[in-house]
């Protein structure tokens, strides 16, 4: 009955099987002897299961390579990779994977809900998929419903003798050791490769995250050959650019931000650049050509525009150039790259909104002022505290706040980094106007992003690190 390479929840369904128990008298049973809730395990309670069975089958109880606390290792360029054996054996989804030969000796391998493997590490047959229906199922009982589920279509008449003699994997199964050992070192394989990862210039789409994290993982992080015929094959092509900054001009110009300070660097100096540096700045060009294309799209399009009304956030389609209160879809992206990039220039109707703006932008350059890498244009910058009256002094018009007091280095620096990220924006933006312009209908606005632009601090240098899946 036990296997410590068994998944958690699948040992829990066996046993409230054997037992004829139901979900309140299993987790009162835990709860009373383990103090923990048996629908939401955590590290220490994955542990403290399998030690339970262990002894309950009087078996000997080996510790398992794979339930380590893995809080160092969900940050790979700020992605989270989730490999920790407490994230991938939590199940509230609608289906398992397994695989067809240990399912024939009563084992689920807690390796079938690593994501990034197609084929199961003993037997090198591709995982197979049951799935779960929750229509009359509570959330938190599903993790073990769905496996009491999975284990009744596999032996209706469980739980009968089962005289099948299980197979325990070996310790010295070279699969399951070396994925153990790289689990252990994928952190410090991560930051001797890419460094210590500092902040994201992006956010990603949530649903491409975890697809990029292990593309980098099995690409980029090069897992032991071992493992190779184990993992899942993504067609899609990963690109990569390096751009190596200086260390001293990296430590002069990153040292002093926190990290909710590389916001407000975005839009404070683009807006810097844009009103005293705009023929110098490559940046600025690329995106002012950019609105540029986005107006001669608009303008050479005759019918089918899209409009997306702010107050209720409904998509319509017409033939009509101006909708009342609605944006067109070129406008809303001009608008959208606008407020990230040229405060000078954002003009809002609506005065709220406009000094919402503002008032932000305020705060942003203050942030700044405050960390001693802007230095401050107006006296009220320089107070100790904000207070509301200095927050709305301006209400809701631009005025430049504050100015850096960088080197010439570093200025040369942020040009480069901008550049980066004023191009990957603006590759998001035309992959998703051009899908609507191909008939889909928008769905989310801004567009989301599907590379990720990752600052990292190295042993010589500091890196931006620009990741696209193509």
């Given at each position: ?440 209908k928008p769905d989310h606005f801004p567009p989301k992003s599907h590379g990720l632009i990752s600052l990292q601090e190295r042993q010589n240098d500091y890196c931006l690190i620009n990741i696209q899946i193509d």
């Open positions: 009955m036990y296997d410590a390479n068994d998944n958690t929840y699948f040992l829990i369904a066996k046993f409230s099987l054997l037992n004829k128990l139901n979900f309140e008298n299993i987790n009162e049973f835990f709860k009373q002897y383990f103090s923990f809730d048996v629908y939401d395990l955590d590290v220490e309670g994955h542990r403290s299961v399998k030690y339970f069975f262990s002894v309950f089958s009087q078996s000997i109880y080996f510790h398992n390579d794979f339930i380590t606390d893995s809080s160092t290792l969900d940050n790979v360029l700020g992605l989270k990779i989730n490999l920790s054996y407490s994230h991938t054996t939590k199940h509230h989804g609608k289906s398992i994977r397994y695989c067809p030969e240990c399912i024939k000796h009563l084992k689920l391998p807690e390796t079938a809900s690593f994501k990034y493997l197609d084929r199961c590490l003993t037997h090198n047959t591709k995982f197979s998929e049951f799935h779960c229906n929750f229509q009359h199922t509570r959330l938190r009982e599903r993790n073990i419903k769905c496996y009491e589920k999975f284990l009744m279509k596999m032996y209706p008449t469980y739980p009968t003798l089962f005289s099948t003699k299980s197979q325990i994997v070996s310790k010295n199964n070279n699969p399951y050791h070396d994925l153990s050992k790289w689990n252990g070192k994928l952190d410090k394989e991560a930051k001797f490769q890419f460094g210590k990862h500092l902040y994201s210039f992006k956010e990603i789409d949530d649903q491409k995250s975890s697809e990029l994290a292990y593309k980098i993982m099995t690409s980029q992080l090069t897992p032991p050959a071992s493992l190779k015929n184990y993992l899942i094959i993504n067609e899609k092509s990963l690109k990569s650019d390096f751009l190596s900054i200086n260390n001293e001009t990296g430590s002069n110009l990153f040292e002093n931000f926190k990290i909710n300070q590389f916001n407000a660097l975005r839009i404070v100096y683009s807006s810097f650049c844009f009103l005293n540096r705009r023929y110098e700045t490559s940046f600025i060009k690329i995106i002012l050509d950019f609105i540029d294309e986005l107006n001669l799209r608009f303008s050479n399009k005759s019918d089918n525009f899209w409009y997306f009304n702010e107050c209720d956030g409904i998509w319509t389609i017409s033939d009509i150039r101006y909708r009342g209160s609605s944006q067109n879809i070129y406008a809303l992206l001009i608008n959208w790259f606008i407020q990230l990039w040229f405060p000078s220039v954002y003009n809002e109707p609506s005065r709220r909104k406009s000094a919402s703006y503002f008032n932000n932008f305020y705060i942003l350059n203050y942030d700044l002022v405050s960390s001693g890498t802007f230095y401050p244009l107006v006296e009220d910058l320089q107070g100790s505290e904000l207070s509301d009256g200095q927050i709305y002094i301006y209400g809701s018009r631009f005025r430049e706040l504050a100015r850096p007091s960088f080197s010439s280095k570093s200025l040369f620096v942020l040009d480069s980094i901008f550049e980066v990220i004023a191009k990957s924006l603006i590759v998001d933006a035309r992959k998703w106007l051009d899908k609507i312009e191909s008939g889909e």
